[in-house]
């Protein structure tokens, strides 16, 4: 039975307490990927690994590091599709799960969104990050590392 790594898509992340609060329960190992320096953990099974500032670097790390059973917490569709793909979970910082049944939709509505504001049809706005996007992004952890340790 291998034990889920948690891989954090780190430069942008606004959940590094509250995934370092889970997996310190679950004793997992989470590695912090990001193209600019960190602060360091203090959690003894957390790791950093800087990559280049290049485009999609840090991305590009995780998918091709990642395991099937892992976790990769990150807001980027295309890289939540690259880590489904080789049988990861992905889970975006507001508590939004993405597996195999729904990480395709996931993309495909990212992708109508950027067409729409690119031709602009559309302008986006994403709501302020708050109490609730952080109480639903720690219920939802929690059932995907019990779900991904059930599975292993």
């Given at each position: 039975?291998?034990?889920?790594?948690?891989?954090?898509?780190a430069?942008?992340c606004?959940?590094?307490?509250?995934?370092?609060?889970?997996?310190?329960?679950?004793?997992?190992?989470?590695?912090?990927?990001?193209?600019?320096?960190?602060?360091?953990?203090?959690?003894?099974?957390?790791?950093?690994?800087?990559?280049?500032?290049?485009?999609?670097?840090?991305?590009?790390?995780?998918?091709?590091?990642?395991?099937?059973?892992d976790?990769?917490?990150?807001?980027?569709?295309?890289?939540?599709?690259?880590?489904?793909?080789?049988?990861?979970?992905?889970?975006?910082?507001?508590?939004?799960?993405?597996?195999?049944?729904?990480?395709?939709?996931?993309?495909?509505?990212?992708?109508?969104?950027?067409?729409?504001?690119?031709?602009?049809?559309?302008?986006?706005?994403?709501?302020?990050?708050?109490?609730?996007?952080?109480?639903?992004?720690?219920?939802?952890?929690?059932?995907?590392?019990?779900?991904?340790?059930?599975?292993?």
């Amino acid at each position: 039975m291998t034990t889920p790594t948690i891989w954090v898509d780190a430069d942008a992340c606004p959940v590094r307490g509250e995934i370092e609060r889970v997996a310190e329960r679950y004793a997992l190992r989470v590695i912090y990927v990001a193209a600019s320096g960190l602060r360091p953990s203090r959690y003894e099974f957390a790791s950093i690994k800087l990559v280049g500032g290049g485009f999609d670097e840090a991305d590009d790390h995780i998918a091709e590091h990642i395991a099937a059973n892992d976790l990769c917490i990150t807001a980027d569709m295309p890289l939540a599709a690259r880590c489904v793909e080789r049988d990861a979970l992905a889970l975006t910082p507001k508590g939004r799960l993405l597996d195999a049944a729904n990480v395709g939709g996931a993309l495909a509505a990212r992708n109508l969104g950027q067409h729409l504001r690119e031709a602009n049809q559309a302008q986006t706005y994403n709501a302020p990050f708050g109490k609730a996007d952080r109480s639903r992004f720690l219920q939802v952890l929690d059932r995907a590392i019990r779900r991904l340790q059930s599975s292993s």
